[in-house]
């Protein structure tokens, strides 16, 4: 499965595995947008660095909206599903213990 670029805006958070481990940061800067673009990133410990958004390392954590990754991954899918599922885990319990 090919994995989705994501265009990055200022104040996401972002991940970066680098080989000496896990750098967090915010996105500050749109440098070029696009799907082979970049942005500059405040890391936690101050510094600044622009990274290519194709770069496989970066990871979007959270939108500056408060979404996750994976909320935008499953954005197409219907909220009222999860209420759905968690009735019928509801009344299987209540069935099970009744």
Do not use: C, N
Not at 32 to 52: L, N
Not at 65 to 74: N, P
Not at 77 to 96: Q, T
């Amino acid at each position: 499965m090919a994995q989705q670029r994501f265009e990055y805006q200022v104040g996401d958070e972002v991940s970066f595995a680098a080989g000496h481990g896990m750098q967090y940061g915010e996105v500050i800067r749109i440098v070029a947008p696009g799907p082979d673009g970049a942005v500059e990133i405040q890391w936690e410990d101050g510094r600044r660095e622009i990274k290519k958004t194709r770069d496989r390392a970066l990871r979007l954590l959270r939108r500056a909206t408060g979404l996750s990754e994976l909320d935008e991954q499953r954005g197409h899918r219907r909220h009222s599903l999860d209420d759905e599922i968690a009735e019928v885990r509801r009344s299987d319990i209540r069935r099970r213990h009744g």
